[in-house]
Nanobody
Framework: VQLVESGGGLVQPGGSLRLSCAASGIIFRLYTMDWYRQAPGKQRESVATITPGGRTNYADSVQGRFTISRDNAKNTVYLQMNSLKLEDTAVYYC?????????WGQGTQVTVSP
């Protein structure tokens, strides 16, 4: 199983980034996919979730600014991040979850800085 995140980088406040997470080795369409993030000195936190059926859920801190989506044909989950704030700076991880078995990617750095 492999989850590979991409799309991170340096962006100014108010800017946008789109993260991607490509999965292999799993039946992607069965998995709930999550985006987490971990800022320096802080615990990892859930950012957004999308179920196999497409139901989504967001942390209050990103509601209305971030959008999670999935393309089952490409085995990929996305996180569109708009109106980025300084406090969005973190390493972003994707997770695949199915019936208690979960897999994590290696993370991609997002830095929001003037």
């Amino acid at each position: 199983v492999q989850l590979v995140e991409s799309g991170g980088g340096l962006v100014q406040p108010g800017g946008s980034l789109r993260l991607s997470c490509a999965a292999s080795g799993i039946i992607f369409r069965l998995y709930t996919m999550d985006w987490y993030r971990q800022a320096p000195g802080k615990q990892r936190e859930s950012v957004a979730t999308i179920t196999p059926g497409g139901r989504t859920n967001y942390a209050d801190s990103v509601q209305g600014r971030f959008t999670i989506s999935r393309d089952n044909a490409k085995n990929t989950v996305y996180l569109q991040m708009n109106s980025l704030k300084l406090e969005d700076t973190a390493v972003y991880y994707c997770k695949a979850d199915y019936r208690g078995s979960d897999y994590w990617g290696q993370g991609t750095q997002v830095t929001v800085s003037p």
